[in-house]
């Protein structure tokens, strides 16, 4: 008996070499895909769900929204936002939080900037212990400051003020900021910074000249996330202001109490007013953001 085996011929040799090797590797890649987008799937309606429940509550009137909660509004209540915007006074809130927002981030960048520079490039006696002392405070809870605060802005002349808010909140970011920003420019290369000092320059120049500009995506993160936190801040900012014309727009949702009830649909009109602005300038620096925190070293962690 003759056995007879026919080979493909020496030109097709190599694409059936690559079509098994297409065949063998084309399942697990294609079920990890499969997987990878079912997990971000299933992240984006975690995510944007309660924001799209949020924005059909506002649409909707109260007998409505207490009898389909989670349903598509009948008929849509545009007219929400004008009552929330004209109710609430959103307008100077919002004017209020830009004006704290704003001071805060310049402060808390400024202070940040300096204490990581000092931390990260120059050897300074109980840098050490300094860095645990920024861990333990920003892992303090600050109600805890509550009350020698209010006692201490009293007598300074600071409380009802916006100062002094933005004070305060420099206080409370200042510690975490420059953690993420100290880590952020251990990554950078100190070459530079030797080639100016054997040119003379001096240390402040070394920072805003070489250091800063190179940590500008390290300072745009903690500039996003200090404007995030300020922004959305409600605590603080009821306790050390009381005129209501210098409350920003986080406190605003006191107006639509009305008695022992709340007017939930103006609430969510007001909450989609409020989120908008933080919305879009995240959508608009996400990349940097997620940049500045990689590079710092805390995106893994």
Known sequence: MSLSVKLPLDGNVGEVNRSNAASRTR?????????????????????????????????KTQNEL?????????TWQWGNFIDAWQQANMGA???NSVVIVGGTVILTCFVAGCAAYALARLEI????????????TSSLPTQMFLVPLFYLWSRAGLYD?????????????????????????????KEFEEAARMDGAGELKILLRIVLPNALPGLLTIALVTGLSAYNEFLFAITFIQNS?????????????QGFTQ?????????????????????????????GLS???????
Do not use: E, H
């Open 27 to 59: 399942s697990p890649v294609g079920t990890a895909g499969v997987f990878t987008y079912t997990i971000l799937t299933a992240l984006v309606i975690f995510a944007l769900g309660p924001i799209v429940l949020f924005f059909f509550s506002a649409l």
């Open 161 to 189: 003020t916006q100062f002094g808010l933005i004070l305060i909140y420099v206080g409370l970011f200042s510690p975490f900021a420059t953690l993420l920003l100290r880590s952020f420019m251990l990554t950078m290369p």
């Open 245 to 257: 014309d210098l409350l920003p727009v986080s406190t605003t949702f006191f107006s639509f109490q």
């Open 66 to 74: 207490a009898s389909n909660p989670l349903g598509l509004p009948q």
């Open 125 to 136: 006696r109980g840098g050490s212990a300094f860095i645990t002392y920024l861990l333990v």
């Open 295 to 301: 590079s710092s070293g805390l995106g893994g962690a």
């Open 93 to 95: 809130g919002l004017f």
């Open 263 to 291: 007017n939930f649909t103006l609430i969510s009109a007001a909450g989609i007013i409020m989120i908008a602005p933080m919305l879009i300038l995240f959508l608009a620096l996400q990349r940097r953001f997620i940049d």
